[in-house]
């Protein structure tokens, strides 16, 4: 087991904003790209009203269509009940459930109150047990929203220990507009470590000021065992003005290597795919490591100095 598991959002998260609109099946072959990485696990699709956001239409082609390594677990977002309903219909490993941490970000994002989206997460935890796929919690805006300003830790707590006590197998934090800062990392993950010592934490980080990277590592270090992060730092909130998008996976398994810490992921071909999308996409891409190389293996190919 890897001492961290990197949860690859590219095909979602760093997706569905892109001005680069995705066929299906352009996105089955970054899914695939993808998986050859060895993540922990990749969250492939999500279930939303595909009128509202097309880039994410075709869900269900999608998750019959991928290739499935077996030790690569496949995940799919939802928001409320209808998306459950959906998501039970296909083969997937786990279901990730976002709730906001305020009304004005649920009520803008799903249109129901905090109230009543954790109460349809409630009435999914049965189902999706019986089905034998995991259940993750996500708390969006926990550090921060772009609406109702900041969000105090206390309110946090109390949107997740309803998801803890209604059935969560995992519980994730959301930076979801990329402001928070180490301090309310570690506060925030330390004092949900007490209170649920066997309870798997995780973090979802975005870089839109420049913190995300030092973030995932006070996180791991506080008690997140999970860390969500974007191929070639894709994505970002379309709520969050000048948001650059998510840490990139490839910068975030390069830093975590080089600590010692173990993740699984096969660089060199994340690194690859990071490279690929560069070249489909107009924007460019925020990742670092896939155009500065690895150390010290770019070391070898250093030009000699001469006197």
């Known amino acids: 087991m890897p001492d961290v598991r990197i949860a690859e959002v590219g095909p979602r998260d760093g997706l569905q904003n892109l001005a680069h609109e995705f066929s299906v099946a352009e996105r089955i072959d970054l899914i695939n790209r993808l998986l050859g ?32 390594p077996g030790d690569v677990a496949i995940a799919g977002l939802v928001l409320n009940g209808r998306g459950v309903h959906r998501a039970l219909e296909c083969e997937l490993d786990e279901i990730r459930f976002a709730v906001s941490a ?49 969000v105090p830790a206390a309110a946090v707590q109390a949107v997740a220990a309803q998801l803890v006590n209604a059935g969560a ?16 990392i570690r506060s925030l993950i330390s004092a949900l470590r007490e209170n649920w010592p066997e309870l798997p ?7 839109t000021r420049n913190t995300g990277y030092l973030n995932a590592i006070v996180g791991v ?67 670092q490591v896939a155009r500065a190389g690895l150390f010290p293996e770019i070391a070898s190919h250093a030009p000699e100095q001469r006197a």
């Open 37 to 68: 990485a060895n993540p922990a696990l990749v969250e492939a699709v999500s279930f939303v009203n595909e009128r509202r956001v097309p880039r994410m239409a075709g869900a269900e082609q999608i998750l019959r269509e991928i290739e499935r």
């Open 102 to 150: 305020t009304d004005a970000f649920n009520i803008r994002n799903v249109n129901a109150t905090v109230e009543a989206t954790v109460a349809e997460f409630a009435a999914a935890v049965d189902p999706l047990h019986a089905s034998g796929k995991k259940l993750t919690a996500v708390v969006a805006v926990a550090f921060g929203c772009p609406f109702a300003g900041p």
């Open 169 to 184: 197998d995992e519980l994730i934090l959301a930076d979801t507009i990329g402001c928070a800062v180490p301090t309310q």
């Open 201 to 207: 934490l995780g973090l979802h980080l975005h870089n």
């Open 221 to 287: 270090e506080s008690g997140a065992t999970t860390l969500d992060a974007s191929v070639g730092g894709l994505g970002g909130c379309p709520f969050a003005p000048n948001a650059t998008g998510n840490i990139a996976t490839e910068d975030l398994a390069y830093i975590l290597r080089n600590m010692g810490v173990s993740t699984g992921v096969d660089l060199e071909s994340l690194i690859g795919t990071s490279k690929w999308l560069g070249s489909v996409i107009p924007q460019e891409i925020s990742g």
